[in-house]
């Protein structure tokens, strides 16, 4: 069984300052690590994702993310946020179980940012 | 390239009704899904297929029903709707490896009367 916990509901920040997702998930098995954005009315778009390459992830839209085993952890952060970087926030897991489980994803709650003028 | 398509974007049915929700993919992905997204819940898999006749239930199956005859659509049938299956509906389609990411639709958001 797979689970994704992602800490707080909502996140605001002002524009420029530090953006920080945080995401936790359990996992029998190796997983693979998917961060998501969702902008107002669209469908879910990948920002990064991990498959055990390397454990710092760098995605789109300067994003990156941190695998770390010890603490199963998987946070989303960026460095200076932009307005445009309103929207929800998905984090995902999937796992190496082979066979069906590719394609099975198992979300956290979502996160929504704000960013701040 | 199209991706993965949805339709109807949006739907109102009556308690009791039926419907199906359309989805189309041109990536020859092998997985399709479908996922119902709600407030503070994010994204549940209802159902899922690894290949054309070949379909499973995921954690929230009650009330839909699923059929892949082939490898490019996925259709999600309502067969008597609910007032609790108001919603907005993902699909989705990944290939056939480890680590892949899935590919959405835009939605369909479903408001049941």
């Known amino acids: 069984a797979q689970s994704v916990t992602q800490l707080g509901s909502h996140v605001s920040v002002s524009e420029g300052a530090l953006v920080l997702l945080r995401c936790n998930y359990s996992?029998?098995?190796?997983?693979?690590l998917f961060w998501y954005v969702q902008y107002p009315n669209q469908g879910l778009q990948l920002l990064l994702k991990?498959?055990?390459?390397?454990?710092l992830v760098k995605g789109i839209n300067g994003f990156e993310a941190e695998f770390k085993k010890s603490e199963t952890s998987f946070h989303l952060t960026k460095p200076s946020a932009h307005m445009s970087d309103a929207a929800e926030y998905f984090c995902a897991v999937t796992s190496d179980a082979g066979g069906t489980s590719y394609g099975k994803l198992t979300f956290g709650q979502g996160t929504i940012l704000t960013v701040h003028p | 390239n199209a991706g993965v398509t949805q339709t109807p974007k949006f739907q109102v049915l009556k308690t009791g009704q039926s419907m199906t929700l359309q989805c189309a993919q041109d990536m020859n992905h092998e997985y399709m899904s479908w996922y119902r997204q709600d407030p503070g819940m994010g994204l549940r898999l209802i159902h899922y297929s690894v290949g054309a006749g070949i379909t499973d239930q995921g954690e929230v199956p009650n009330g839909y029903n699923v059929s892949r005859s082939t490898t490019e659509d996925f259709p999600l049938r309502l067969l008597s709707a609910a007032p609790s299956q108001t919603s907005v509906y993902f699909c989705a389609s990944s290939p056939d490896r480890a680590g892949a990411e899935a590919f959405f639709g835009q939605g369909t958001r479903l408001t049941v009367v």
């Open positions: 991990y498959t055990s390459a390397a454990t």
């Open positions: 996992s029998s098995v190796p997983p693979y």
